[in-house]
């Protein structure tokens, strides 16, 4: 009896096996669709059609980036999270609304630690201090003086309440002691478009987006809020050579819908894996100063976990809440 048990069980074992080992294979057949939860035109855009790209080639199916943004992200989030978790409806995003919006937001439509599953950090990209030429400031030492002289009057814009931008302002007002007021825009697009006007005199921002404009001079990078000077600037001071101890960067990862079977989520991790390797990709990604991501899997669900600690007591310390 317990022989025929045993039989049975391992039979029923190998079938798992074969079913998963045929998803991964069979995986996808039909297009694909990933969810940008913000405007076109900004970073976030910009890298998920470059693997979006990537995927298309290698898999013989269509992954369409799908822009939809609004309420920090949280719009396209919950679109993914209440998807069928079938591999074919993914997220690609920035921070906010995987890491950040659980503080911020008092009400959220989806839980960010239990709704996805976690498949590959995309990019890391440096945090850029811009300022409108118009401003006379050509350092943060600058910046930082023209908004103590005048306090509550200097303006800066960001791609929306509790974005990584938004918080880097938020973090340079109460490390530097300036009261300098934030803009809140529906995307970076649209506060870059700001900026360049003069709308609003200065702003962070992704190095994606606005490295074009300052290789353009439309506008100026003072300073780069990471730990240390980025490859693509390589002129462009820290401000922590200005503010000891400031540091804000950003980055973007994929995730799919909670459940969504294990074979697919290997088989997208290893696409990716794969594709951020590949020399055009990391040719392509440093021209837009960012650098691809080598966490993946379970690793990459672990890093999100360590990233909600960070930036919800930034969070919490700013004050900034979303009703």
């Not at 995309?122 to 050509?138: D, G, R, T």
């Not at 987006?209 to 003072?222: D, E, S, T, Y």
């Not at 995730?255 to 990716?272: F, I, R």
Request: hydrophobic share 45%.
């Amino acid at each position: 009896m317990r022989g025929v048990m045993r039989r049975t069980f391992l039979a029923a074992c190998a079938a798992v096996l074969f079913s998963g080992a045929a998803l991964a294979q069979d995986y996808p057949s039909r297009p694909v669709k990933i969810i940008v939860p913000f405007p076109a035109g900004g970073s976030n855009d910009i890298i998920a059609r470059i693997v979006a790209q990537k995927l298309t080639e290698r898999n013989g199916q269509t992954f369409l980036v799908e822009n939809r943004g609004g309420a920090g992200g949280n719009i396209g989030a919950e679109t993914v999270a209440s998807a069928e978790p079938d591999g074919y409806t993914l997220l690609l995003t920035a921070p906010p609304p995987l890491t950040i919006n659980g503080a911020l937001y008092k009400k959220l439509p989806f839980d960010p630690a239990k709704a996805f599953a976690p498949v590959a950090l995309i990019a890391s990209v440096p945090i850029v201090l811009v300022v409108n030429p118009s401003v006379q400031a050509k350092n943060v030492g600058e910046l930082i003086a023209l908004a103590k002289a005048k306090p509550g009057s200097l303006n800066f814009g960001s791609s929306g309440i509790g974005s990584t931008n938004h918080l880097a302002g938020e973090l340079l007002k109460s490390m530097a002691g300036v009261d300098i007021v934030h803009v809140p825009y529906r995307g970076a697009a649209p506060a870059m478009n700001d900026l360049l006007a003069g709308q609003i005199p200065f702003m962070f921002d992704n190095m994606p987006a606005v490295l074009p404009q300052v290789q353009g001079k439309a506008i100026n990078a003072i300073a780069v809020a990471g730990v240390k000077r980025a490859e693509a600037l390589p002129d462009v001071p820290t401000v922590a050579d200005t503010v000891p101890g400031f540091e804000a960067s950003s980055w973007f990862g994929l995730v799919a819908p909670a459940k969504t079977p294990a074979p697919a989520l290997a088989k997208l991790s290893g696409e990716l894996e794969t594709i951020l390797k590949m020399p055009d990709v990391k040719k392509r990604l440093a021209e837009l100063g960012a650098e691809p991501g080598t966490v993946f899997g379970d690793a990459f669900g672990q890093f999100m976990t360590d990233e909600t600690a960070k930036w919800g007591k930034l969070v919490k310390a700013s004050g900034a809440t979303v009703d």
